[in-house]
């Protein structure tokens, strides 16, 4: 419901977590026909880069997938050849939603339609985004901004307004823009999402439905009962 929602509001995708939260891959693919019924593209973030799971979303029907915690460009290249059917990847052939036609249809549509964020969110993928970024048939560099804190040692991991924080966005934003890759980014409230998206980030994470609930829900009681 939540995800019909959303995808009703207008935004260009919903994701749906299966690294944090409480969704399953068993329910996938009802959230998914709930996103079909609105305008938006939907995505997934898997718990891991792990092949099998990668293939279980994919025949659900997912138009998007972001990667956790991609460290190297051996780890980027994995996550390639698990979504691309050959001769670009090794994907198993047996969709279960959204496929129509013949194989050869459904494999000339799948492959180009697929799009594949790579989440930098550890020193060890910071510290090789340059060769990740090149990684054939990826579509994009996501940041994680809390984990990659929490990996560099910051004081304050998930602050986009700290400045050491800024650095590493740069780095792998403008890894994104060189390659011709979707810069996208976390960002934990909607200012942030627009200082993110001045600052030339495309794909942008900007309201959590658990979020939303939580702020509009402390908002109505401040207002009814503003002494708390
Ligand atoms: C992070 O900030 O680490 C994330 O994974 C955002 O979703
Ligand atoms: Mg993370």
């Known amino acids: 419901t939540a995800a019909e929602a959303l995808g009703g509001a207008g935004f260009d995708a919903v994701v749906v977590d299966l690294q944090h ?3 399953t891959l068993d329910g ?8 079909d019924t609105t305008p938006a593209v939907p995505f997934v973030r898997t718990a891991a ?30 996550f390639v050849r698990a979504c691309r059917y050959p001769p670009e990847g090794d994907r198993s052939y047996r969709p279960i939603r ?3 036609g013949s194989v050869r249809d459904h494999v000339d549509r799948a492959n180009p339609d697929m799009i594949l964020f790579a989440m930098i969110e550890t020193a060890e993928g910071l510290a ?13 560099l996501f940041v994680g901004p809390t984990d990659l ?16 924080l800024s650095t590493p966005i740069d780095t792998v934003l403008d890894a994104a823009v060189r390659a011709d890759l979707f810069g996208g980014i976390h960002a934990p409230d909607p200012v942030r999402a627009a200082d993110m998206a001045a600052r030339g980030f495309r794909f942008i994470s900007c309201a959590v439905d658990t979020d939303l609930l939580v702020r509009g829900a402390a908002d109505a ?8």
């Open 98 to 100: 959204g496929a129509r």
């Open 28 to 35: 996938l693919a009802h959230v998914g026909r709930a996103i």
């Open 21 to 23: 939260g409480s969704a």
């Open 221 to 228: 009681l401040r207002t009814v009962r503003p002494s708390g």
């Open 128 to 140: 090789d985004v340059e060769r990740i970024a090149q990684t054939p048939g990826l579509d994009g």
């Open 49 to 78: 880069n792990d092949p099998t799971e990668l293939m279980r979303v994919l025949d659900l029907g997912v138009r998007g997938v972001i990667c956790p915690m991609i460290g190297s460009r051996d780890e980027a290249e994995s």
């Open 149 to 164: 804190g929490f990996s560099l040692g910051l004081e304050r991991p998930g602050d986009l307004a700290d400045p050491a």
